[in-house]
């Protein structure tokens, strides 16, 4: 059975999860290689993908709130239309931005940055449930755990990495998710 969660993880333990989902949708493209998305996967290219699986992985724990950080390219129905498929998949409080054509969004990473930070420092969680994969986080992380938070890492294993993976306290690769067949037997007995 996947361990989602640092081991030192309680019932009581609060949790918060911060997600690059600009860079989970482009780290997610490259290995998808052009196939379709799982059935019960939200995806659109550049801009998000996510599950309603991922969403349960931390339960029964307190879960105090998932952040889902990306920015698009249009107007601004096409970003509420965006932050309403993410609440549709479970997650409660998305930030999206709006960029230029072509460009990648620095308040995505800037954003995430502070919020989780801000929230270290004032004790609002325990553990950070951090879904990103580039080393430019490392600073971030060490941060985290100076304020005494732990930091479990999500990714998705396509140019993760390693000083992110060995600065974390815990990591688990989303992609077993993302990537599996909800109809597998293995999948309905770990998943559903």
């Given at each position: ?56 992985l931390t339960d029964p724990h307190e879960y105090i709130r998932r952040y889902y950080y990306t920015s698009i390219a249009g107007d601004e129905n096409k970003r509420i239309s965006i932050e309403q498929a993410l609440r549709s998949a479970g997650i409660e409080s998305p930030r999206v931005f709006r960029k230029e054509k072509g460009k990648r969004s620095k308040r995505v990473d800037i ?82």
């Amino acid at each position: 059975m996947p361990q989602f969660l640092p081991r030192s993880a309680t019932m009581q333990s609060k949790i918060m999860m911060f997600i690059d989902g600009e860079n989970l949708a482009i780290r997610y493209a490259a290995l998808l290689a052009g196939k379709s998305p799982e059935s019960h996967v939200v995806y659109e290219p550049d801009v998000y993908v996510w599950s309603k699986y991922a969403s349960r992985l931390t339960d029964p724990h307190e879960y105090i709130r998932r952040y889902y950080y990306t920015s698009i390219a249009g107007d601004e129905n096409k970003r509420i239309s965006i932050e309403q498929a993410l609440r549709s998949a479970g997650i409660e409080s998305p930030r999206v931005f709006r960029k230029e054509k072509g460009k990648r969004s620095k308040r995505v990473d800037i954003m995430l940055a502070t919020e989780m930070l801000s929230h270290a420092h004032r004790k609002n969680y325990d553990i950070a449930v951090l879904v990103v994969g580039d080393e430019d986080y490392v600073p971030l992380v060490e941060c985290v755990k100076s304020e005494g938070a732990r930091v479990a890492l999500w990714f998705v294993n396509n140019g993760l990495s390693d000083a992110l993976l060995r600065s974390s306290d815990h990591f688990y690769d989303l992609g077993d998710i993302l990537f599996r067949n909800e109809n597998e037997p293995a999948f309905k007995m770990i998943y559903a």
